[in-house]
């Protein structure tokens, strides 16, 4: 069954960095695009960022671009999320989630497996 | 950015009720509107996709209608497992937005 896990989350001061994984299994990782959605304490879902399958178009929310890189090693089945610069108002549960299509059609930008969330907090 | 509004914010029901919630968005995104649900410490799960095509393994009681800027989502006879929060998004262009949720508690 699809399962993707993330780790590395934490508590981390202002202006400092952190890297995220999301491991894959269930599913032929190089097939899928894959995001990262966020979610601060009490409120709603921010969708972060987007890697394609084929490892080289990327997207980005206003919020985090020029911070954060998503990136993804296909012998790992392991996509990453480097946050650079981070600040209090990135403190969320980050998500990773597949895309709804595999390859051989556009993105869908509709996100059918999700993992349990990492926690980060960036605090003084 | 594509602005998504979802009403009412809250609502309370009981089992076996019919609900609709609705999902506005601030331009025309065709039929790119995705549907989940959430429960309290958990992953979002993906219920509706492209406004009205059930995901698998979704109980048929939940359905998606609507075009262009509003959208509902409607759950047939409510069982004690639908009570959460639901977010509806919208997957028009790439930078996706999700409303800010409608929680659903029981009466």
């Known amino acids: 069954q699809v399962q993707l896990v993330e780790s590395g989350g934490g508590v981390v001061q202002p202006g400092t960095s952190l890297r995220l994984s999301c491991a894959a299994s269930g599913f032929t990782f190089t097939s899928y695009a894959l995001h990262w959605v966020r979610q601060a304490p009490g409120k709603g879902l921010e969708w972060v960022a987007v890697m394609w399958y084929d490892g080289r178009n990327t997207n980005y929310a206003d919020s985090v671009k020029g911070r954060f890189t998503i990136s993804r090693d296909n012998s790992k089945s392991t996509v990453y999320l480097q946050m650079n610069s981070l600040r209090a108002e990135d403190t969320a549960v980050y998500y990773c989630a597949r895309d709804l299509y595999a390859i051989g059609g556009t993105v869908s930008y509709t996100l059918d497996y999700w993992g349990p969330g990492t926690l980060v907090t960036v605090s003084s | 950015d594509i602005q998504m509004t979802q009403s009412p914010s809250s609502l309370s029901a009981s089992v076996g009720d019919r609900v609709t919630l609705t999902c506005r968005a601030s331009?025309?995104?065709?039929?790119?509107l995705n549907w989940y649900q959430q429960k309290p410490g958990k992953a979002p799960k993906l219920l509706i996709y492209s406004t009205s095509s059930l995901q698998s393994g979704v109980p048929s009681r939940f359905s998606g209608s609507g075009s262009a800027t509003e959208f509902t989502l409607t759950i047939g006879s409510l069982q004690p497992e639908d009570f959460a929060t639901y977010y509806c998004q919208q997957s028009y262009n790439t930078l996706i937005t999700f409303g800010q949720g409608t929680r659903l508690e029981i009466k």
């Open positions: 331009q025309s995104i065709s039929s790119h």
